[in-house]
C-alpha cells in the first residue's frame, strides 16, 4: 500500500515514553521509576467495597452511561467539601474511564478542525495526541526551570481569533509546579475576556505539598466555561482501575458524554462503587496521603542531589523534575535509555513532554510513589553514577 496506513494526525506519536522506558526496566531488571503508578495498593476498605460489589452483582454489566448515582453523588459531594463547588450529580457529573478518556473526550467534544489549544509545556504526552485526533492544533505555553511558572503575558499573546480553549494541569506533571491563586485569576481574566473555554486536569488535587490547589472553576466567570477533570487512581493508589471523572455546568457535561459514549460507552462498574466509598473517606486520610508522599519526596531529592542531579523541588504530585547537564552532555533521553544499564535504575526524560525540545533538553523525572525500601535503594544506585 503506497498510502500511510496511520492517520497523519498521529504519524509523530509513536509509541510512548511510558511504554518504552517500563519495558526497559523489565528487560533490565531495573527499580522502575519513570511511570507514575504506585507499588502498593490502597485503603482496604476500598478493596473491598470492589469485592462486595462484584461479588453481589453491582456493575457487573454496563453500568449507567453518565456513571453509578453512588458515585456521581459522591463526586459531587467532594468537590463541596473540598472546593465549595455546587455540582448537580444527574447533569453535571461524568464517570469516565479514567481522566486521560476524560480529556479525549473533551477535546473531541469541544474543538472543531483548525481550532487552537493553547496548553503548558511541558504536557502529558496524551494531551497533544488528543488534540491531534480532534484536529486541533496545539500552542505551548513554556514552563521553564527553575521554578516552572506560567508565563501569562505570553499566553495572552498567545490568543488569537482561533483559540478555542486554555488547558490547564495543576498540580503539574511532570514539574510538580502549583498554579497560584493569583495567576489562576489571571487566567480566569484571559478566559472570560476572550470568551475561552479552560479544561483542566486535576488529577493530583490531594497531593499538594507548597500551596494550596484552587479550582479555577470555582473563580469568578469560570463555572460555565471549565470542564474539571480529576480521578481517583493517583489519590487512592488504583490506578489499574480507571476511573476518573468530568465535572462543570450542563451544557458542557452533556456535550464531553456525547463524545465519552463512542469511546467506551462506559467502564468499571463494580469499582465506581468502591471509589464512592474512597471519596467519603474522612479528612485525616487526605491529610496523611500529602504528609507521606512528601516524606517520600524529601527521601528521594535527597538522594538525588547527593548523586549530583540538580533537583527541583516539586509543589505537588508524586514526581521530581532533576537536571543531568552535570553528569551528562548527552541529553535526557539518552541519559534515560543508559541509566538503566549504568545503574539499574529507570527514569523519564522530559524532553518528550515538550515541543520546544531545548527547554526541557537535560530534564529527568523521577516517580517516588514507591514503598520507603525501593526509593533507598534506587538512591544508592543512582550515587554510583560518575560523569558520563
Known amino acids: ?42 485503603p482496604a476498605e476500598i478493596a473491598t467495597a470492589a469485592a462486595e460489589a462484584i461479588l453481589a452483582g453491582r456493575g457487573n454489566q454496563y453500568p449507567p452511561g453518565p456513571g453509578v448515582p453512588e458515585l456521581r453523588q459522591a463526586i459531587a459531594e467532594h468537590q463541596k467539601r473540598f472546593y ?43 494531551y497533544a495526541a488528543c488534540i491531534a485526533m480532534a484536529g486541533a492544533r496545539r500552542v505551548p505555553i513554556t514552563l521553564r526551570a527553575p521554578d516552572f511558572r506560567p508565563d501569562l503575558d505570553a499566553m495572552r499573546a498567545a490568543v488569537t481569533s482561533r483559540t478555542r480553549l486554555i488547558l490547564l494541569n495543576s498540580p503539574h506533571n511532570p514539574t510538580g509546579m502549583v498554579t497560584t491563586r493569583d495567576e489562576l485569576a489571571e487566567i480566569a481574566n484571559i478566559a472570560v475576556e476572550r470568551d475561552l473555554l479552560v479544561v483542566t486536569d486535576e488529577v493530583y488535587e490531594h497531593i499538594v505539598f507548597d500551596g494550596e490547589h484552587v479550582p479555577i472553576a470555582s473563580l469568578p466567570g469560570m463555572r460555565d466555561r471549565t470542564v474539571s477533570i480529576s480521578s ?38 463494580p469499582f465506581q462503587y468502591a471509589i464512592a466509598t474512597g471519596l467519603a473517606l474522612p479528612d485525616t486520610f487526605y491529610a496523611n496521603l500529602a504528609a507521606d508522599l512528601r516524606r517520600r519526596r524529601d527521601l528521594l531529592a535527597a538522594g538525588l542531589a547527593e548523586a549530583g542531579f540538580d533537583v527541583f523541588t516539586p509543589q505537588g504530585t508524586y514526581f521530581i523534575t532533576t537536571d543531568v ?64
Open 1 to 42: 500500500m503506497t498510502r500511510p496506513l496511520l492517520n497523519s494526525a498521529l504519524a509523530d506519536m509513536g509509541t510512548t515514553i511510558f511504554a518504552e522506558m517500563s519495558m526497559l526496566a523489565v528487560e533490565t531488571g531495573s527499580i522502575n521509576l519513570g511511570q507514575g503508578f504506585p507499588d502498593t495498593d490502597g
Open 84 to 126: 465549595g463547588l455546587d455540582v448537580d450529580p444527574d447533569t453535571e457529573v461524568l464517570v469516565t474511564a479514567g481522566a486521560t478518556e476524560a480529556i479525549a473526550a473533551a477535546m473531541l467534544a469541544l474543538l472543531e478542525p483548525g481550532d487552537e489549544v493553547i496548553a503548558l509545556e511541558p504536557y502529558y504526552d496524551s
Open 232 to 269: 481517583a487512581g493517583k489519590t487512592f493508589s488504583f490506578t489499574g482501575w480507571k476511573v476518573g471523572w468530568a465535572t462543570g455546568c450542563a451544557p458542557l457535561v452533556t456535550a464531553v458524554r456525547t463524545a465519552k459514549q463512542f469511546l467506551t460507552y462506559v467502564s468499571s462498574g
Open 325 to 388: 547537564a552535570g553528569l551528562s552532555a548527552a541529553g535526557g533521553l539518552d541519559f534515560c535509555r543508559e541509566l538503566p544499564h549504568r545503574c539499574g535504575v529507570v527514569a523519564v526524560p522530559n524532553a518528550v513532554f515538550y515541543d520546544d525540545k531545548l527547554a526541557g533538553r537535560s530534564q529527568v523525572r523521577f516517580a517516588f510513589c514507591k514503598r520507603d525500601q525501593v526509593l533507598a535503594d534506587a538512591a544508592a544506585r543512582l550515587g554510583t553514577l560518575r560523569p558520563a
